[in-house]
């Protein structure tokens, strides 16, 4: 009911709407995406190097300081201490690996906060294949230590200077990209967004973090079902990986943080399924912000990673159906919650990950709660807006 079913739909979302010139590429994709990663010799090298090269499994740490704050159980998913600093390297580490066996040779990529974009160009560099990441030109601006690490890994970086210069946009020149070259090519989208097979596969591919936490809190706490999991939303890949082993298990809350930026009625947000209608964009049937006529609103948050006008099929059906819980958070907020954790627990949260610490505050939990949080992505990447923060 919650996974995506053999026409690449989730309920009434996702799909592959996508220029003709695609069609094979991607047809190509969803043809055989299955059959490669179930093929022993895969799953033998994906675990490996998740293993030994990524450093998994990442710990479940239980946060004291914070637990007591909150009156609950309160656990840290640590995606922070993945190889690059977040979780996208789960999924690009099983892309690569697909791409290699599709016989591309081209990487392709977008990018918001830059960290997709930086496990993009490590995997690439791993494999020895071409990689070229697109980045808008805000986003390069305010995240410019990944930019310089995409560089040292031997990435090219293109950004993009059109619409907002955001993660939009990014994803945009991307696809031309892609249109332009579809025979060499193999676009690594970096979230469960895009036409089928890309949200699936993405989803699964990142389900390694709830998997995880079944084990570890079966060993922590003697069952292997918490009351909530917590985790932030832009497209949403760390959300689909901390919530998809729990998706059948109704007993455990899925809460879904989008970024509220400075307000949902400031005009200047990105909580999608509270001001999105539902559309087309980027290849698949979502929640869309956008005008009564179609055209994309600039969205707009503090986090590069989470200023995106949609939101993946898998989270809208999830939304739709009631299934998980979507909150939002300020960029205020958000960085409370960054300043709370660092000083509670000695960890410093990419801003991502602080819009899923910010929920904390706006539930009442019981004492008994188990509650994970999905910390996404360390905040090396975010120390100018903090510090800008700290002078302010």
Request: charged share 20%; glycine share 10%; proline share 4%.
């Amino acid at each position: 009911m919650w996974t995506v079913d053999e026409n690449g739909y989730y309920g009434q979302f996702g799909g592959a709407y996508i220029p003709e010139m695609l069609y094979s590429n991607v047809e190509n994709l969803r043809n055989n995406y299955l059959k490669i990663i179930n093929e022993e010799s895969f799953k033998n090298e994906f675990d490996s190097l998740l293993k030994d090269y990524v450093g998994r499994p990442t710990p479940l740490y239980p946060a004291g300081r914070l637990s007591e704050k909150y009156g609950a159980q309160i656990f840290l998913k640590r995606e922070d201490l993945c190889h690059t600093g977040a979780h996208k390297v789960n999924n690009t580490i099983g892309q690569i690996l697909l791409a290699e066996r599709l016989g591309k040779k081209r990487i392709i990529a977008e990018t918001g906060a830059g960290q997709h974009g930086v496990a993009t160009a490590t995997v690439c560099a791993l494999k020895n294949l071409e990689c070229i990441v697109y980045m808008g030109e805000k986003d390069i601006a305010r995240q410019a230590p990944n930019v310089a690490r995409m560089k040292m890994l031997g990435a090219k970086v293109i950004p993009a200077i059109s619409g907002s210069k955001t993660l939009k946009d990014a994803t945009n020149e991307a696809i031309r990209d892609w249109i332009n070259n579809p025979e060499d090519t193999y676009y690594l989208i970096g979230s469960v967004v895009g036409p089928h097979p890309y949200p699936d596969m993405v989803a699964r591919f990142q389900s390694v973090i709830s998997s995880e936490m079944r084990n570890q809190l079966k060993e922590k706490t003697g069952n292997e079902l918490p009351q909530y999991v917590i985790a932030c939303v832009g497209g949403g890949s760390n959300a689909a990986g901390a919530f998809y082993h729990f998706l059948e298990d109704e007993s455990v809350k899925l809460i879904a943080v989008e970024a509220a930026g400075l307000g949902i009625d400031s005009g200047m947000s990105a909580a999608t399924t509270q001001l999105g209608s539902v559309g087309i964009l980027h290849g698949s049937k979502s929640y869309v912000m956008q005008t009564d006529d179609g055209q994309v609103v600039e969205p707009h948050s503090i986090s590069a990673g989470l200023d995106y006008p949609g939101i993946g099929p898998m989270h809208a059906n999830l939304f739709a159906s009631k299934r998980a819980g979507f909150m939002n958070a300020t960029d205020e907020e958000s960085l409370s919650a960054a300043f709370e954790l660092a000083k509670l627990e000695g960890i410093i949260p990419a801003l991502e990950s602080a819009h899923a610490l910010a929920a904390l505050r706006k539930i009442k939990f019981e004492e008994s709660d188990v509650v994970v949080v999905n910390l996404s992505g360390r905040g090396d990447k975010d120390m100018d807006t903090y510090m800008k923060k700290l002078i302010s």
